[in-house]
């Protein structure tokens, strides 16, 4: 049990479906993260949310779109995906910036557009 | 963000250490070095961090060199469950939040 869990751990979705990711820590964490895992490339950062106010945006095109509604959940919701999107998209928590405090991973979310 | 340079492969006999280098030459006197290690069908999770001298902790050592240019990262005696990527990175810690920018890690295979 990490602490982070997401939801669905499975999703297949169209290019024209709208369908939404969700993530949410019981850690006290004050900072959450999306990142992108594709086949054969690097974890790949999307958004930064720190004290529920977004912090980066990693040049993610504007398809998905990123809500935290308070600091225990985030979402990305997803809408006229593209088959180049379906990867793995992770989520993780930690406690705010000004240390090196380390980051929890939740288990992620397998997405595959058809 | 300072970049990492590690083997992208490493095999290692069940039982016995490990050692994974990591180079970051261009490494700022801020930057932290952190190893997060990725497990088959799950997320990352992480090892140690350090900044100028050695850490040890449950899972692993951190050996950190003096001009703090390279590290190592040390599994004192691997086990099956160790066959993971190990990832070196370097952060610096800002005031919202810390981000990690993973590079391609090195596969570590622990055989029987």
């Known amino acids: 049990e990490t602490g982070v869990t997401q939801t669905p751990r499975h999703l297949v979705m169209g290019m024209t479906n709208k369908k939404s990711l969700k993530c949410e820590q019981h850690l006290g964490h004050n900072a959450m993260y999306w990142y992108k895992q594709s086949a054969k490339k690097p974890l790949e950062l999307m958004f930064v949310y720190s004290l529920e106010e977004r912090v980066e945006n990693n040049s993610v095109p504007s398809r998905f779109s990123p809500e935290c509604p308070n600091s225990s959940h985030l979402f990305l919701h997803l809408h006229t995906l593209q088959p180049e999107d379906s990867a793995l998209y992770l989520c993780?928590?930690?406690?705010?910036?000004?240390?090196?405090?380390?980051?929890?991973f939740g288990p992620g979310t397998r997405l595959t557009v058809t | 963000d300072a970049k990492t340079t590690q083997p992208n492969s490493m095999e290692s006999n069940e039982e016995e250490p490990v050692h994974l280098p990591c180079n970051h030459s261009t490494i700022s006197g801020t930057d932290y070095i952190h190893w997060y290690r990725q497990l088959p069908s799950q997320g990352p999770e992480y090892v140690i961090h350090g900044l100028t001298s050695n850490v040890n902790n449950r899972m692993a050592s951190l050996a950190i060199a003096e001009d703090r240019k390279s590290s190592t990262l040390i599994l004192h005696r691997a086990t099956l469950r160790d066959a993971a990527v190990y990832y070196c990175i370097l952060t610096t810690p800002q005031t919202g939040a810390n981000n990690l920018f993973f590079g391609t890690g090195t596969r570590l295979t622990v055989i029987p």
């Open positions: 993780a928590s930690s406690q705010g910036g000004g240390a090196p405090y380390e980051q929890y």
